[in-house]
């Protein structure tokens, strides 16, 4: 483990699954210098600080979904103007794992806009997934509610992370999407846990909630128990035609606080810098990898958005004197605790 240049190991945090959001919210209202040495200080005693693991994520089956999430483009209660496409043939799915791969990536997100997959769906993500596990890359996907044996089928394909996020506090929830519970969600990371997979599960900022409620969100994460292995924090990307499209922008400072808040909870899981780089100066980023951010989504389109070209990206890291993180040998060991 490294030992933030002193030749001294630094002091390990203890893990905790019992943050309160009061705790977490006096946290985030640290001086900022208090917040970010406290982050650092957690950051480095767990991992190199000059670290930035990269995914890559790929929409496999855009649009036409019949959830009503309030930020979403592929939501068929909004009008963004986005075209639906129906689930990717396999093949095509691989050569851009493939290209994904030559370019940095160390893991490969598949993202669905479904409610939920249908048995028969998971055939060919199935198949998705051992391709993309064969070429070496790390494999995730996200293709909202699961049952348990959907979950034991995936894992046995060769899945090695699930992403699904809680995205707000259990009260701010029911305000930005309607048509699924917050325990659903909660039941379906169960699943997922239940079958060996390693958790990947966040939320965004700039849904109109209150700082109590970012506070909730990262009480919420960081009581579950084992902590999600990826802790994906999203800016709201602010998507014409649908429901927050004119939602408040949000403070970077207070954008960088949430990141730190989430590395001092979370000690063991990657925190990932995920959607609304765009929005987000090379100073902000930086703040946020200071904050104990170690993750990015890298290649020129989110799921439906544009992010950051990779040239900027790998502009932005030497800059910082930072680098990929290499694939772990073993792409579903179990990190968090
Ligand atoms: N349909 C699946 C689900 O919702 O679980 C998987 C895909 S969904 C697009 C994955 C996550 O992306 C959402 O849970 C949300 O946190 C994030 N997301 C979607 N649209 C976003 C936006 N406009 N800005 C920021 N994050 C967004
Ligand atoms: C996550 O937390 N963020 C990613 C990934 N998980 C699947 C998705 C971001 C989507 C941003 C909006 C879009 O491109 O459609
Ligand atoms: Fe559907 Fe996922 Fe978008 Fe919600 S976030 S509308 S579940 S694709």
Redesign the pocket.
């Known amino acids: 483990m490294p030992d933030g240049g002193s030749g001294r190991p630094e002091p390990k945090a203890a893990t905790r699954h019992d943050w309160t959001r009061g705790e977490v919210a006096g946290l985030i209202a640290l001086p900022f210098p208090e917040l970010l040495f406290r982050a650092q200080t957690v950051h480095r005693a767990h991992f190199d600080p000059t670290e930035v693991q990269i995914s890559t994520l790929l929409s496999i089956k855009t649009g036409g979904?019949p959830?009503d999430?309030g930020?979403?483009?592929?939501s068929v209660h909004h009008e963004s103007g986005l075209k639906a496409s129906k689930l990717m043939q396999v093949e095509a799915v691989l050569d851009e794992a493939r290209a994904a791969q030559q370019g940095g990536a160390s893991r490969f997100c598949m993202?669905?806009?479904?409610?939920s997959p249908k048995d028969h769906d998971l055939d060919a993500v199935c198949a998705m997934i051992a391709g993309v596990k064969a070429m070496g890359l790390e494999t995730c996907v996200?293709?909202?509610?699961l049952t348990g044996p959907q979950a034991g089928r995936l894992r046995r394909a060769g899945l090695d992370y699930y992403?699904?996020?809680l995205?707000t506090s259990p009260e701010h929830y029911g305000r930005v999407i309607t048509t699924r519970t917050y325990q659903d969600r909660l039941d379906t990371l169960g699943h997922v846990r239940d079958a060996g997979i390693n958790v990947c599960c966040?939320?965004?900022i700039?849904l109109g909630e209150s700082e109590d409620d970012q506070a909730g969100l990262i009480a919420t994460l960081a009581c579950l128990t084992p902590h999600p292995e990826s802790v994906?924090i999203?800016?709201?990307?602010?998507?014409v035609g649908?429901k927050?499209a004119d939602a408040a922008a949000v403070d970077p400072i207070s954008f960088v606080r949430i990141i730190a808040a989430a590395r001092i909870t979370m000690p063991h899981s990657m925190v990932r810098l995920?959607?609304?780089r765009e929005s987000l100066s090379d100073e902000a980023q930086a703040l946020c990898f200071l904050a104990g951010a170690n993750s990015i989504f890298y290649g020129p389109k989110?799921?439906?958005?544009p992010n950051a070209v990779e040239s900027q990206d790998m502009r932005l890291l030497d800059r910082l004197g930072m680098v990929p993180m290499a694939v772990p040998e073993t792409g579903s060991a179990t990190q968090a605790s």
């Not at 993202?111 to 409610?115: I, P, S």
């Not at 999203?234 to 998507?239: A, D, E, M």
């Open positions: 979904c959830e999430c930020y979403c483009s592929q993202g669905a806009a479904w409610r996200t293709l909202g509610m992403n699904h996020n995205d966040g939320g965004i700039g994906p999203n800016l709201l990307v602010r998507v649908t927050l995920s959607a609304g989110l799921l439906t958005t």
